[in-house]
Nanobody, 115 residues
Framework: VQLQASGGGLVQAGGSLRLSCVAS????????MGWYRQASGKQREMVAL???????SYAGSAKGRFTISRDNAKNMVYLQMNDLKSEDTAVYYC??????????WGQGTLVTVSS
């Protein structure tokens, strides 16, 4: 399983970024896909999940500002982040959960929000 996230960078508070992740995984369409983040000195936390059927869930801090989506034809998952805040600064990871509940994470992409 390989998950490659991209799209991170430096953005001013209030700005937007779109993260992308390409997944090399069997039966991508059956997996739950997600975005997670880890800020310096903190534990990794879930940001957003999307099921195989397209149902989504978000961390409270992401609701109303972030949107997760997927393209099963391309094995891609995206995270549109709007109205970014300094507290969104973190390394963002793409993750997948297989139908047998095995979790995988790829290398992250750094998002830095300047205030």
């Amino acid at each position: 399983v390989q998950l490659q996230a991209s799209g991170g960078g430096l953005v001013q508070a209030g700005g937007s970024l779109r993260l992308s992740c390409v997944a090399s995984v069997n039966n991508f369409a059956l997996n739950v896909m997600g975005w997670y983040r880890q800020a310096s000195g903190k534990q990794r936390e879930m940001v957003a999940l999307i099921t195989s059927g397209g149902d989504t869930s978000y961390a409270g801090s992401a609701k109303g500002r972030f949107t997760i989506s997927r393209d099963n034809a391309k094995n891609m998952v995206y995270l549109q982040m709007n109205d970014l805040k300094s507290e969104d600064t973190a390394v963002y990871y793409c993750g997948t959960i297989t139908p047998t509940a095995v979790h995988y994470w790829g290398q992250g992409t750094l998002v830095t929000v300047s205030s």
